[in-house]
C-alpha cells in the first residue's frame, strides 16, 4: 500500500497532476490540480484505489486531508469521485463539523450529494472523525486518538484530554500521559 510519493509536478489536468518519481510519471487525480507547484518537488499522500475496471491515485496535500477522504468513501455509495469535489470546495474542519453537527445543507451545496447521500455520511461518521485541527493551542493527535479509541474510551473523553498532551512527547509517552488523566 502506498502512503505518500516524493516528486516533482511536471504538468496538470483539470482533476488530476502528473507527479514524476524516479522517472516514472504518476498520473494522480487531486482536489485542486493548480494548488501544487510545478516543476517543484513536493510530498503527496496517496491512495491507491483498486476496483475490477479500474486502478487511481488519489493525491492529498496533507495527511488531515487523506484521513478524511478515507472515513467519507467508506460511507455507502460514496467513492472517490464523489469526495474529491467535496474536498476541493470544503476544509476538512469545515466538512467535519457539518457531519458532527448534522448540518445537511453544507453537505448538500457540493456536487452529487442529495439528502439521502448526506444523512447516509452523517449517520456513518457523526462522532467518529478528528483531524489535526489547531484548538486552544493544542494539535490534536490522531494516532494517540485512534489508540486510545482501540482501548475502549469515548471520543468525547478522547477529545478533552488531548489538548493536555505534550506533542513532543514519544507516542508512548503520550498515550502513559492519556491514560493518567482519563483515569482521574
Known amino acids: 500500500m502506498y502512503s505518500y510519493m516524493i516528486g516533482k509536478i511536471t504538468g496538470y489536468e483539470s482533476n488530476s497532476i502528473f507527479l514524476e518519481v524516479c522517472g516514472i510519471g504518476y498520473r494522480v487525480f487531486v482536489a485542486n490540480p493548480f494548488s501544487f507547484p510545478e516543476n517543484e518537488e513536493v510530498k503527496v499522500f496517496i491512495y491507491h484505489h483498486i476496483r475490477e475496471e479500474e486502478q487511481a491515485f488519489y493525491g492529498f496535500k496533507t495527511l488531515e486531508e487523506k484521513e478524511l477522504f478515507l472515513r467519507l468513501i467508506s460511507v455507502k455509495g460514496v467513492g472517490p469521485k464523489l469526495v474529491m469535489p467535496m474536498l476541493a470546495t470544503g476544509s476538512v474542519k469545515g466538512i467535519i463539523d ?24 452523517i449517520l456513518d461518521l457523526k462522532g467518529k472523525l478528528m483531524s489535526n485541527i489547531e484548538d486552544s493551542g493544542a494539535v490534536y493527535n490522531e494516532e494517540l486518538a485512534n489508540v486510545l479509541e482501540g482501548l475502549g474510551y469515548k471520543l468525547n473523553d478522547i477529545k478533552k484530554v488531548l489538548p493536555k498532551i505534550h506533542g513532543d512527547l514519544t507516542i508512548e509517552e503520550q498515550i502513559k500521559e492519556a491514560l493518567k488523566l482519563l483515569l482521574n
Open 98 to 121: 457539518a457531519i458532527d453537527r448534522e448540518n445537511i445543507l453544507y453537505l448538500k451545496k457540493f456536487p452529487k450529494v442529495g439528502d439521502k447521500v448526506a444523512r447516509q455520511i
